[in-house]
């Protein structure tokens, strides 16, 4: 099974840097997933990471480290419409992906 | 192609009736999920198609939980005799299941509220 931390939540400025970090636990690692959503409204997908390392796209990235069970999704110049749940989510070898609770990002003026 | 439809959007009802929800996924996917969610809460596996076959179910799904996607393209999710812990958004999603990173593509799922 898997077993995904994350934090409740989180607030931070207009303009400035947010970190989401995300444990896991899992058998047969296929990749972990960060996706965004929106009061109301279904997850999408914003990356993927299978291997170690940073990556990057747009004010969004992510990182891996596959020994450590670790994640993180940076979000910069933080805009008020970044205002959501993010999810991590870790994908097993039969497909299938399991998601933490969520982390409720609060951008302030 | 639209996305991931499903409908209804939103269902009220009684304990104790049955209720069915639709997805038509997008048309290219041969996986399709479906997810529980609950205010706070991630999405919770409930179970996932590969085609017509129904490869997983979740311990979450009991009895009175069934899917279907009987020719490999929409699928329905019914619950009978609804109770108030059935309250919740479910969420259907596909992928293309091949040589791709496993990225599932949700709908905007549907609604239960059951009195």
């Known amino acids: 099974g898997q077993n995904i931390d994350q934090p409740t939540e989180m607030t931070a400025t207009e303009g400035a840097i947010v970190q989401i970090n995300c444990t896991y636990q899992t058998s047969g690692f296929n990749g972990l997933f960060w996706y965004q959503q929106h009061a109301g409204e279904a997850p999408t997908f914003l990356s993927y990471?299978?291997?170690?390392g940073l990556e990057e796209k747009g004010r969004f990235s992510s990182f891996l480290s596959r020994s450590k069970g670790y994640s993180y999704l940076l979000l910069k110049e933080l805009q008020m419409k970044d205002s959501a749940s993010y999810l991590c989510a870790v994908g097993s070898n039969d497909y299938k992906l399991s998601f933490g609770a969520g982390t409720t990002v609060t951008v302030r003026a | 192609d639209t996305g991931v439809s499903q409908n209804p959007r939103h269902k009220i009802t009684k304990r104790g009736q049955n209720v069915t929800f639709r997805c038509d996924p997008i048309?290219?996917?041969?996986?399709l999920y479906w997810y529980r969610q609950t205010l706070g809460q991630g999405p919770e596996f409930l179970t996932y198609?590969?085609?017509?076959?129904?490869?997983?179910k979740s311990r979450l799904l009991s009895d009175r939980f069934s899917a279907e996607r009987p020719k490999g393209s929409f699928s329905t999710l019914e619950i009978q005799r609804t109770e108030q812990g059935d309250s919740a958004m479910y969420l259907c999603a596909s992928s293309s299941g091949t040589g791709n990173t496993g990225e599932l593509f949700f709908g905007e799922g549907s609604r239960l509220t059951v009195l």
């Open positions: 198609f590969q085609n017509e076959a129904q490869l997983e």
């Open positions: 048309s290219e996917h041969n996986r």
């Open positions: 990471n299978v291997l170690d």
